[in-house]
């Protein structure tokens, strides 16, 4: 799995229509910064609102996942947030020209076509893993569903579907890695049975449906009087073979296309959690009322867990700037060069590390017996990854100073002392103007705030 964040290079758009609405929709990727996480924007609506991927937002979940925020929704979202889990990217803002997107195929492959034409980016921001802590079940006796969450650092999910159809049986599909959703699961395409189309249909759904874009199982041998209502339904001519099966001999992607398809359909709801996950999905019979369910359980145990604005550091990931390139960019040195590691950098924000080890050449001065950080280090160890923020607006940061001008409502909340490691954060409060810079900033240790408080600083060119 990717350790750190990803968006994509540049913007793509593609046409089609909506499944249900049989609408016209351009669906728009743009790149999207750090931390901003999957949104929609309703672009044919005047006031153009933004819609977070957000499993709080799911206001109907028939045959197609919804999302609705001050009155504006997004329909039938799923194989698009599937997309994006499947190429895991984490910063997007997807423009849609009408409410429903477009369903193109029936399956998620045109939108990956199109993420890859755009290309993939890297972004400077490590990626806010959910890791399933212990083993979660959610179970719903009247659908006969059952979802497990397990422990598991990696992404797998297995799906098991069986309708009591001689035709389908009894399917499983898995994604043992996100590398292989591409070309084990993208290009599986939704699906319904004969027998549900005309109730499909009187519920206003599938205007946009036909045998271009879905796959048709014929259950039970269709009576010959029967077909005209059966072509017209789906937009064709003629309906060439009707026997049980696979209406007009329409050939499968996969053996076992229906069962992919439903593992894309948890892989996209499950989406709506807001973060990546890690840990194995299992899932019995699963659609999309119980995948929101299953999404909104993780979710408030995700919400118990968190620690909000506490920035997520994996040492084990490699860093954005290590020690030799902070020190391309700030000029401090030895005793006085307080950061080790800066782990996320865009342009508002700015995350790194200070290692507190007993060998400070300040602790043998400062409580002697009693080893504390001071605060007044704590604070320049935070201005100076405030300096690599500001540093990080100009192309050639070496040819600057930043130098801090106040400081403002600083508290110190716990102590500092060897052995802790400093995780410090901030964020542009407004805009750089004519070279100052206010920022807000805060230091942990583990998930206890030690301290907190605002900075001004200004930037200026070494040779003036």
Known sequence: MKLYQQTIKESVSLSGVGLHSGEKCTITFIPARANHGIKFQRMDLDDQPIIPADVDLVVAINRGTTLEKDGAQVQTIEHVLATMVGLEIDNILIQLSNAEAPIMDGSAHEFVTAIQKAGIKEQNAQRNFFEVPESIFYQDKEQDVEIAALPLDDYRVTVMVDYNSKILGSQHASLNSLSDFVTNISKSRTFCFLHELEELHKNGLIKGGDLTNAIVVVDKKVKTSEIEHL??????????????????????????????????????????????????????????????????????????????????????????????????????????????????????????????????????????????????????????????????????????????????????????????????????????????????????????????????????????
């Open 231 to 464: 072509s017209k339904l789906l937009g064709k001519a003629k309906v060439d073979h009707y026997e049980p099966g696979i209406l007009n001999n329409e050939a499968l992607h996969y053996p076992n296309e229906p069962a992919r398809h439903k593992l894309m359909d948890v892989l996209g709801d499950l989406a709506l959690v807001g973060r990546p996950l890690k840990g194995q999905i299992l899932a019995a019979r699963p659609g999309h009322s119980t995948n929101v369910a299953f999404a909104r359980k993780l979710k408030k145990i995700m919400a118990e867990e968190s620690h909000v604005n506490i920035p997520q550091y994996d040492p084990k990931v490699p860093a954005v700037l290590d020690i030799n390139k902070i020190s391309k960019i700030l000029p401090h040195r030895y005793p006085f060069l307080l950061i080790d590691k800066i782990f996320h950098l865009d342009d508002e924000q700015v995350a790194g590390i200070k290692n507190v080890t007993m060998n400070e050449p300040f602790f043998s001065g400062h409580f002697p017996g009693n080893p504390v950080m001071p605060g007044v280090l704590q604070v320049e160890a935070m201005a100076q990854i405030g300096g690599i923020l500001v540093l990080n607006t100009v192309p050639d940061p070496e040819n600057y100073w930043t130098y801090f001008l106040g400081i403002e409502n600083f508290k110190f909340r716990k102590m500092v002392v060897p052995g802790d490691t400093l995780v410090m954060k901030l964020e542009l409060m407004q805009p750089i103007r004519r070279g100052f810079a206010k920022m807000k900033g805060a230091a942990f240790v583990g998930n206890n705030l030690v301290c907190e408080g605002i900075m001004t600083a200004s930037i200026v060119r070494k040779d003036l």
